[in-house]
């Protein structure tokens, strides 16, 4: 058996370890989120939660997209040991999102005019998975390959997926506040302006 050579570890300036930190907490707060969600105990704000969370973690993405590219110190991305199984939550966002779930979509708006579908409980779920695989290298201690594996993965895959997803759940929840009975709003500025 051939040993192998043991890789030199490099010092992670105190800036990057406070933005992997600042990242890990906002990834645990969206797998949290949206396991609260698909857990099916709060229906009536599991779009407005779902929502809150996209948007949150869409603002990680893009302040890391928007940085130099992080440059991992191993040539070969470590074993972080088992992918976290996602398809118990997207079973759960599927049930929730009923009749919600399915989209319409463009393959790649910048490149394309085909249209497609989507469903948002793949979406939610796609980025759970991506950042449970960086959280698993923040954990053990790999800081540069957590921020390499968050910037790579929001620009080649969950970026776009939760940008979706969060256009689909504005305009769900748009529709919902907004899509009122003529006859209702009449009656309820009647009753709003004659006490």
Known sequence: ??????????????DLRLLADECAGEAQLYLDTVTDVASGNTPDVAISLSLLALSQVLAMGARLGAMQDFVPQERFEPDSGPEPEVDPLRNGLANVLEGLDEYADLVDPVTSTEVTTGLLSVDLSSVAAALSHGLAHHRAGRVTEALWWWQFSYLSDWGDRAAMALRVLQGLLAHIRLDADDEMVSEAQFDALHP
Do not use: K, R
């Open 1 to 14: 058996m051939t040993e192998q050579p043991e890789v030199p570890v490099v010092a992670v300036p105190d």
